[in-house]
Nanobody, 121 residues
Framework: QVQLVESGGGLVQAGDSLRLSCAAS????????MGWFRQAAGKERELVAR?????????YLAESVKGRFTISRDNSKNTLYLQMNNLKPEDTAVYYC?????????????WGRGTQVTVSS
């Protein structure tokens, strides 16, 4: 059974930092491209960042988070990370981890349950 479990969310102030983690189990982690989505209240889910199979490949970052967020993965720990710096109130959302073997980010194979990030002004 595949599980993606996010952690690290919380309530912070604008300008603070958080690091989200996504622990994967039940799948061959190194065979999946991994990514982070977020969904703010009343808005559609959006892709924030994604990385390929290779740990050193930075992949993609949405324009709204470039220069502030960094995605990384540790294949030896089956874990995906999202380092979020200089957080803004507009970053408030539920953040989801996702995995895809085919690279189809429109329909990932697996989803986590999400972790709430709330940024106060």
């Amino acid at each position: 059974q595949v599980q993606l479990v996010e952690s690290g969310g919380g309530l912070v102030q604008a300008g603070d930092s958080l690091r989200l983690s996504c622990a994967a189990s039940g799948l061959t982690f190194s065979s999946y491209a991994m990514g982070w989505f977020r969904q703010a209240a009343g808005k559609e889910r959006e892709l924030v960042a994604r990385t390929t199979l290779i740990e050193s490949n930075l992949g993609y970052l949405a324009e709204s988070v470039k220069g502030r967020f960094t995605i990384s993965r540790d294949n030896s720990k089956n874990t995906l990370y999202l380092q979020m710096n200089n957080l803004k109130p507009e970053d408030t959302a539920v953040y989801y981890c996702a995995a895809t073997r085919s690279g189809n980010w429109g329909r990932p194979d697996h989803w986590g349950r999400g972790t709430q990030v709330t940024v106060s002004s």
